[in-house]
């Protein structure tokens, strides 16, 4: 009969114990299989293949993998080595509970990426461990203009035509009159949010929702055709940080000391 098994801890078995057997012990670990060009003494699909430098020198893992291990290779090698998200709404999902102080540049970003399913799950499966999708909060930090001397704040504004326009902190008699910034023109200054950014974070995730789609179809895949095992899918969430809240902390609200002559910032421009 054979024994029921986690997929990720079959991709796990395969690079880790078995697919390194026959190979040099100073070997890649297998960032090549299948489709990916070969690297020197890289675990490729074609396990014959003869390195062309000198990484033998500290000997060869003994044995040879076993049939499943090489399943397991095979299934990895056809693998997707680049996808993309589908569109907007699919990355606002990635940023989930940081998704309220996410700017358009950052989504722009996200969008433009691109991932390889086959590199992370060989990547994580040699590391014995999967892709990291918990981040501390994002924490705030005003923008800056870079200037010849002091750098000054970035101050945007609303102008008599409803117009948004960049303010300059008052000087002189209209300082005194009123304030550094005028109340009339609900002066704002845009917060960056970083260590680490919502775009940081939007990335690791898409890592994630990849390698969890590339070990979804490794199940699929090899259901029925393995001889000691049959996989089971992921036993971990999809998206696990779907349905966590963040609420920004009170200290953004208060970033500038808020105060009638003083610019406030409450949300992201």
């Known amino acids: 009969m054979k024994a029921g098994i986690d997929v990720e801890r079959l991709v796990q078995w395969a690079v880790r114990e078995e697919l390194p057997k026959g190979r040099p012990v100073l070997a890649d670990i297998g960032f090549a299989i299948g489709r990916s060009p070969i690297r020197p003494g890289s675990i490729a699909r074609s396990l014959g293949r003869t390195p062309t430098i000198d990484i033998g020198s500290m000997g060869y893992v003994p044995g040879e993998p076993c049939a499943d291990a090489r399943r397991v290779a095979d299934a990895i090698g056809r693998l997707d080595t680049e ?35 086959q590199a992370i799950v060989v990547s994580n499966a040699a590391q014995g461990k ?14 800056f203009v870079p200037t010849a001397g002091r750098p000054r704040p970035l101050v945007y504004g609303i102008d008599t035509a409803g117009d948004l326009i960049e303010l300059k902190r008052n000087e002189g008699r209209a300082r005194k009159r009123d304030g550094e910034y005028a109340i009339a023109l609900s002066p704002r200054s845009p917060l960056e949010w970083c260590d680490p950014s919502p775009l940081a974070i939007a990335e690791a995730r898409a890592e994630y929702v990849a390698w969890y789609r590339a070990m979804s179809t490794l199940a699929l895949g090899l259901a029925g055709k393995l001889d000691a095992f049959e996989p089971t899918g992921p036993t971990v969430a999809a998206m696990p940080w779907s349905g966590v809240d963040f609420l920004p902390p009170k200290a953004a609200a208060r970033y500038l000391a808020v105060r009638t002559d003083k610019a406030v910032e409450t949300t992201a421009i």
Not at 130 to 143: E, I, L, S, T, V
Request: charged fraction near 25%; proline fraction near 8%; hydrophobic fraction near 45%.
């Open 83 to 117: 996808v993309r998200l589908s569109g907007r709404s699919e990355a606002l999902r990635l940023f989930g509970e940081f998704a309220n102080i996410v700017a358009d540049d950052a989504l722009i970003a996200i969008l433009s990426s691109t991932f390889n399913p």
């Open 130 to 143: 999967r892709p990291n999708w918990r981040f501390d909060a994002p924490k705030p930090h005003q923008r």
